[in-house]
C-alpha cells in the first residue's frame, strides 16, 4: 500500500486515541462502596493505631469487672491481670477492628425504653472504650446490643442516640455473650501463651529438684573410632572427623536400672511448646506451692549459661503453676497438669521401680488396719465378705471386689529418696494367700511431687508411690463398702411410731384388730389413713446417712431429735439426731454400735415430711364424729379415748371425709347397712 493511502487510516486512529483519553479524563471516580451504602465513620480522626494508647472492656452490667490492655512502648500489658503480657497479635487484630468500624444508620433512640429495644441501654450493653495517652475520658466509647442477625450487631456511640449496624460484633471479639455467665469479658483470653524458649541441642546439664527427691542429668560425649580414608586415596594418612554425639546419663543414680535416656530430650523439647491457660499474682505464692518453689529446674548450656524454672501445685484445687526466674513481671501462670508432669515426671518414665507381683485368684484374706479403723475382708466363692466391722448394713460388693482387683493390678508410678521427710507409713494391709504366705502394703500421706500415695511393698525400705486413682480403690472409704440406706421399715409390720423434732411431735399407734391408725400431732388428735402413713415410711426407708465413724459409738449422741419404730414383734428401733454442726447432723442408730452422721438435706427431708400428718387434724374430728354416731346408732357402745372416738366392740369400716371447706358431698357411710332400731 502506498503512503498517501495509509496516511488517512494514521490520521483517524490518532484521533480516536486522542478521544479515549480525554473522555477517561473527564470521568468522575466511583465513590467509595461505604459512601455508596451510606455508612457512618465511628472512629475520630485523632484515633490511630499510633496514638491509640489503653482500651477498656467491660459489661454494662457489671462495669466494675473490666479488662484493661495497656500499651507498653511496643508490647501490651493486661492491667486487670497483674500486667502479664498480652498476646500482641490478638490485640493488634482487636484494635485494627476497633479503627475500621463503620456503621450502616438504623434507628435513632432518644429514650432507655427504645434503647431496650437493641439491647443499647448503659446497663446492658457491651462497652469497647478506646483511651489516648492524655485525656480524662476515652477518646471513643462504643456500646454493643444485641445481634441484628447472625452476621451484624447493633451499636451506638456513647452519649448518642443513633443506633448503628455494624459487621463486627466486639462482644464476641472479646470473648463475651449475650446471656448467660459469660457476660463479662475475661482478661486471660488475652494472655500471652506462649511462655518459656529453650534451645534443647546446646543444653548440657538438666537438674530437676522435686520436694522429696532431685535429679541430676548430664550429657555426656561418645566416644568413637575416627573413619579414615580407603587404602590409595591422597588423603589415606588423614582421618575424618567424625560428627560429635552425646548421650544422657543419670549422674544422681549411674546405677540405676534401664535409665530411659530419651526421656530427657523430651523434657527439654517440652519447655518451649508449654502454653499458659491463666495466671496467679505474686499475693498468690502460698495457695499456688511458690513460698518457696516446691519444684526447680535448671537447665545449664554448653556455654556456662542457664535459665531457672520454679514450679508449684495447688492441690486442693488441683492446679499447676511454672514460672522462670527473672522474669517481670513475676508470676506464676497457670498450665495444664499434663504438661507440669511433662516437666517434672514421675520416676517411672526416668527408671524401672520394684514391681508388685499378685496373683488376685489366689487371695484369701484382706486385712486392712486404718487410724479410723479395721476392716477385714474374707473370700466367699467368687466374692469377697467383711467379716469386721459386723454391721447389720447391706455390704457392696462390687467395690469389694474392686479391692481385690486393684491390689492384685498394683504398679508403682514415682519414689521418693531415702531421706525425704514422707511422714509415717500409718495404714497397712496383709493379704493372706491361699498358699499360706503373707504379703504387705504399708501405705502413708500423699505424695508431695505427683498426683499418688507413699506405700512400701512388704520388707522393703524403698519408699514408692501409687497412683491416687490405684490409692482410692485399694482403700476407700469405710462407707463405701456398705449401703447407707440404714432403715428398712416395714408398713405391714410396724404397729408403732413415734416423731420428734423441735416443735414437731408425731405419736401413732395401729389398732391390732382394725388396722386403723391414730394419736396426736402436737398434742391433737388424729386418725391419718393408712395411705398417709405408707408415704411417710417412703420417705424414711428412702433416707441414707452420709458417712460413720467405727472409733466413736453412737451412745455418745445427745438426741435433739428422734424417730421411734415398734413392730409387730415387739422390736423396738430408735434414730437419734444430735445438734446441728457445719451442715451435717450425728446420729445413732439403736441396733448399730458406731456413731453416723448425716447430711442437712436428708435430715430436713425426714422432719419436714411428718407435716402431712398436720392435714388429719382437719379430718379427723369429722371422721371420728361420723363413725361415733354411726356405730351409736348401730347398738355399738362408744367410748372416748386419748386418739379420738373409738368403737369398743362392733368394728366399723373408717373412711375419710372431705373437709367441709373442700365443697364436696360426703360419701354414704360403708359398713353395716341395717336399719336402726327406733327409739
Given at each position: 500500500?502506498?503512503?498517501?493511502?495509509?496516511?488517512?487510516?494514521?490520521?483517524?486512529?490518532?484521533?480516536?486515541l486522542?478521544?479515549?483519553?480525554?473522555q477517561?479524563?473527564?470521568q468522575k471516580?466511583?465513590?467509595?462502596?461505604?459512601?455508596?451504602i451510606?455508612?457512618?465513620?465511628?472512629?475520630?480522626d485523632?484515633?490511630?493505631?499510633?496514638?491509640?494508647?489503653?482500651v477498656?472492656?467491660?459489661?454494662?452490667s457489671?462495669?466494675?469487672d473490666?479488662?484493661?490492655?495497656q500499651?507498653?512502648?511496643?508490647?501490651?500489658?493486661?492491667?486487670?491481670?497483674h500486667?502479664?503480657?498480652?498476646?500482641?497479635?490478638?490485640?493488634?487484630?482487636?484494635?485494627?477492628?476497633?479503627?475500621a468500624?463503620?456503621?450502616?444508620?438504623r434507628?435513632?433512640?432518644?429514650?432507655?425504653e427504645?434503647?431496650?429495644?437493641?439491647?443499647?441501654?448503659?446497663?446492658e450493653a457491651?462497652h469497647?472504650?478506646a483511651?489516648?495517652?492524655?485525656?480524662?475520658s476515652?477518646?471513643?466509647?462504643?456500646?454493643f446490643g444485641?445481634?441484628?442477625?447472625?452476621?451484624?450487631?447493633?451499636?451506638?456511640?456513647?452519649?448518642e442516640?443513633k443506633?448503628f449496624?455494624?459487621n463486627?460484633?466486639?462482644?464476641?471479639e472479646?470473648?463475651?455473650s449475650e446471656?448467660?455467665e459469660?457476660?463479662r469479658?475475661?482478661?486471660?483470653?488475652?494472655?500471652k501463651?506462649q511462655?518459656?524458649?529453650?534451645?534443647?541441642?546446646?543444653?548440657?546439664?538438666?537438674?530437676?529438684?522435686?520436694?522429696?527427691?532431685e535429679?541430676?542429668f548430664?550429657r555426656?560425649?561418645?566416644?568413637k573410632?575416627?573413619?579414615?580414608?580407603?587404602?590409595?586415596?591422597e588423603?589415606?594418612?588423614v582421618?575424618a572427623?567424625?560428627d560429635k554425639?552425646?548421650e544422657?546419663?543419670?549422674?544422681t543414680?549411674?546405677?540405676a536400672?534401664?535409665?530411659?535416656?530419651?526421656e530427657?530430650?523430651t523434657?527439654?523439647?517440652k519447655?518451649?511448646t508449654?502454653?499458659?491457660?491463666?495466671?496467679?499474682?505474686?499475693?498468690e505464692?502460698?495457695?499456688?506451692?511458690?513460698?518457696?518453689?516446691?519444684f526447680?529446674a535448671?537447665?545449664?548450656f554448653?556455654?556456662?549459661s542457664?535459665?531457672?524454672?520454679?514450679?508449684?501445685?495447688?492441690?486442693?484445687e488441683?492446679?499447676?503453676?511454672?514460672?522462670?526466674?527473672g522474669?517481670e513481671?513475676?508470676?506464676?501462670?497457670?498450665?495444664a497438669?499434663?504438661?507440669?508432669?511433662?516437666?517434672f515426671?514421675?520416676?517411672s518414665?526416668i527408671v524401672?521401680?520394684?514391681?508388685?507381683?499378685l496373683?488376685q485368684e489366689n487371695?484369701?484374706?484382706?486385712?486392712m488396719?486404718?487410724p479410723?479403723?479395721k476392716?477385714v475382708l474374707?473370700?466367699d466363692?467368687?466374692?469377697?465378705?467383711?467379716i469386721e466391722?459386723?454391721?447389720n448394713?447391706?455390704?457392696?460388693t462390687?467395690?469389694l471386689?474392686g479391692i481385690?482387683?486393684?491390689?492384685?493390678?498394683l504398679?508403682?508410678?514415682?519414689?521418693?529418696?531415702?531421706?525425704?521427710?514422707?511422714?509415717?507409713l500409718?495404714?497397712t494391709?496383709?493379704?493372706?494367700?491361699?498358699?499360706?504366705s503373707?504379703r504387705?502394703?504399708?501405705?502413708?500421706?500423699?505424695?508431695?511431687?505427683?498426683d499418688?500415695r507413699?506405700v512400701?511393698f512388704?520388707?522393703?525400705?524403698?519408699?514408692?508411690?501409687?497412683?491416687?486413682?490405684?490409692?482410692?480403690r485399694i482403700?476407700?472409704p469405710v462407707?463405701?463398702l456398705?449401703?447407707l440406706a440404714?432403715?428398712?421399715?416395714?408398713?405391714?409390720?410396724?404397729v408403732?411410731?413415734?416423731?420428734?423434732?423441735?416443735?414437731r411431735?408425731?405419736a401413732?399407734?395401729k389398732?391390732?384388730?382394725?388396722g386403723?391408725?391414730?394419736g396426736?400431732f402436737?398434742?391433737?388428735?388424729?386418725?391419718?389413713g393408712a395411705?398417709?402413713?405408707?408415704d411417710?415410711?417412703?420417705t424414711?426407708n428412702?433416707?441414707?446417712?452420709d458417712?460413720?465413724?467405727?472409733?466413736?459409738?453412737?451412745?455418745?449422741v445427745?438426741?435433739?431429735?428422734?424417730?421411734?419404730?415398734?413392730?409387730?414383734?415387739g422390736?423396738?428401733k430408735?434414730?437419734?439426731?444430735?445438734?446441728?454442726?457445719?451442715?451435717?447432723?450425728?446420729?445413732?442408730?439403736?441396733?448399730?454400735?458406731c456413731?453416723?452422721?448425716?447430711?442437712?438435706l436428708?435430715?430436713?427431708?425426714?422432719?419436714?415430711?411428718i407435716?402431712?400428718?398436720?392435714?388429719?387434724?382437719e379430718?379427723?374430728?369429722?371422721?371420728?364424729?361420723?363413725s361415733?354416731?354411726?356405730?351409736?346408732?348401730?347398738?355399738?357402745?362408744?367410748e372416748?379415748?386419748?386418739s379420738?372416738?373409738?368403737?369398743?366392740?362392733e368394728?366399723?369400716?373408717a373412711?375419710?371425709?372431705?373437709?367441709?371447706s373442700?365443697g364436696?358431698?360426703?360419701?354414704?357411710?360403708?359398713g353395716?347397712t341395717?336399719?336402726?332400731p327406733?327409739?
Amino acid at each position: 500500500m502506498k503512503m498517501k493511502s495509509f496516511l488517512p487510516f494514521l490520521v483517524i486512529l490518532v484521533l480516536l486515541l486522542g478521544l479515549v483519553v480525554w473522555q477517561k479524563s473527564n470521568q468522575k471516580k466511583p465513590a467509595p462502596i461505604a459512601e455508596q451504602i451510606g455508612l457512618a465513620a465511628l472512629v475520630p480522626d485523632t484515633l490511630t493505631k499510633s496514638t491509640l494508647d489503653r482500651v477498656e472492656l467491660f459489661s454494662g452490667s457489671a462495669p466494675e469487672d473490666k479488662v484493661v490492655l495497656q500499651k507498653k512502648r511496643e508490647e501490651w500489658l493486661i492491667t486487670s491481670l497483674h500486667n502479664a503480657p498480652a498476646d500482641k497479635n490478638a490485640v493488634d487484630d482487636f484494635i485494627g477492628k476497633i479503627l475500621a468500624m463503620k456503621g450502616e444508620p438504623r434507628a435513632t433512640a432518644d429514650n432507655d425504653e427504645k434503647l431496650a429495644n437493641f439491647a443499647l441501654k448503659d446497663d446492658e450493653a457491651f462497652h469497647v472504650q478506646a483511651w489516648l495517652a492524655s485525656g480524662e475520658s476515652p477518646a471513643l466509647e462504643l456500646l454493643f446490643g444485641k445481634a441484628a442477625d447472625f452476621r451484624t450487631v447493633f451499636v451506638r456511640k456513647a452519649g448518642e442516640s443513633k443506633v448503628f449496624v455494624e459487621n463486627n460484633n466486639l462482644r464476641r471479639e472479646a470473648g463475651a455473650s449475650e446471656t448467660g455467665e459469660d457476660l463479662r469479658p475475661k482478661s486471660n483470653k488475652w494472655l500471652k501463651t506462649q511462655l518459656f524458649d529453650v534451645d534443647a541441642e546446646n543444653v548440657a546439664k538438666l537438674t530437676l529438684k522435686y520436694p522429696d527427691k532431685e535429679l541430676v542429668f548430664d550429657r555426656k560425649e561418645l566416644e568413637k573410632e575416627p573413619e579414615t580414608q580407603e587404602a590409595g586415596s591422597e588423603e589415606s594418612a588423614v582421618p575424618a572427623q567424625p560428627d560429635k554425639q552425646y548421650e544422657w546419663a543419670l549422674a544422681t543414680d549411674p546405677g540405676a536400672k534401664d535409665f530411659k535416656s530419651t526421656e530427657v530430650k523430651t523434657i527439654l523439647t517440652k519447655f518451649s511448646t508449654i502454653t499458659a491457660m491463666d495466671v496467679a499474682g505474686p499475693d498468690e505464692k502460698d495457695t499456688c506451692g511458690f513460698n518457696p518453689p516446691a519444684f526447680t529446674a535448671t537447665v545449664s548450656f554448653a556455654d556456662g549459661s542457664e535459665k531457672v524454672f520454679y514450679g508449684g501445685r495447688n492441690v486442693a484445687e488441683d492446679k499447676y503453676y511454672l514460672q522462670q526466674a527473672g522474669q517481670e513481671p513475676e508470676l506464676m501462670y497457670q498450665v495444664a497438669k499434663y504438661n507440669f508432669e511433662q516437666v517434672f515426671v514421675a520416676g517411672s518414665k526416668i527408671v524401672s521401680l520394684p514391681e508388685w507381683n499378685l496373683e488376685q485368684e489366689n487371695l484369701a484374706k484382706i486385712v486392712m488396719e486404718r487410724p479410723e479403723g479395721k476392716v477385714v475382708l474374707e473370700k466367699d466363692g467368687s466374692d469377697w465378705k467383711i467379716i469386721e466391722p459386723q454391721l447389720n448394713l447391706e455390704q457392696q460388693t462390687t467395690a469389694l471386689k474392686g479391692i481385690a482387683t486393684a491390689l492384685a493390678s498394683l504398679k508403682a508410678i514415682d519414689y521418693a529418696d531415702p531421706a525425704a521427710d514422707t511422714r509415717a507409713l500409718d495404714t497397712t494391709i496383709r493379704i493372706a494367700m491361699l498358699d499360706g504366705s503373707e504379703r504387705v502394703l504399708r501405705a502413708g500421706s500423699p505424695s508431695l511431687s505427683v498426683d499418688g500415695r507413699y506405700v512400701k511393698f512388704d520388707d522393703s525400705d524403698s519408699i514408692l508411690v501409687i497412683s491416687r486413682a490405684d490409692s482410692e480403690r485399694i482403700l476407700p472409704p469405710v462407707r463405701d463398702l456398705f449401703s447407707l440406706a440404714v432403715l428398712d421399715i416395714p408398713s405391714e409390720n410396724l404397729v408403732e411410731l413415734n416423731v420428734t423434732q423441735e416443735k414437731r411431735n408425731l405419736a401413732l399407734k395401729k389398732d391390732p384388730q382394725t388396722g386403723q391408725w391414730a394419736g396426736t400431732f402436737n398434742g391433737k388428735p388424729i386418725a391419718p389413713g393408712a395411705d398417709k402413713v405408707e408415704d411417710y415410711l417412703m420417705t424414711v426407708n428412702a433416707f441414707q446417712m452420709d458417712s460413720f465413724t467405727l472409733s466413736r459409738a453412737g451412745s455418745e449422741v445427745e438426741a435433739a431429735a428422734t424417730l421411734s419404730f415398734v413392730l409387730a414383734d415387739g422390736e423396738h428401733k430408735v434414730l437419734s439426731f444430735g445438734a446441728e454442726k457445719d451442715g451435717n447432723y450425728e446420729a445413732s442408730l439403736s441396733w448399730l454400735p458406731c456413731l453416723f452422721t448425716a447430711k442437712s438435706l436428708e435430715y430436713l427431708r425426714l422432719f419436714a415430711d411428718i407435716d402431712a400428718f398436720a392435714a388429719a387434724e382437719e379430718t379427723s374430728g369429722a371422721a371420728a364424729a361420723s363413725s361415733a354416731t354411726e356405730t351409736a346408732g348401730a347398738g355399738s357402745v362408744v367410748e372416748e379415748n386419748a386418739s379420738g372416738m373409738i368403737p369398743k366392740e362392733e368394728s366399723v369400716v373408717a373412711i375419710d371425709l372431705p373437709s367441709a371447706s373442700s365443697g364436696q358431698e360426703a360419701p354414704e357411710a360403708i359398713g353395716d347397712t341395717s336399719e336402726a332400731p327406733s327409739e
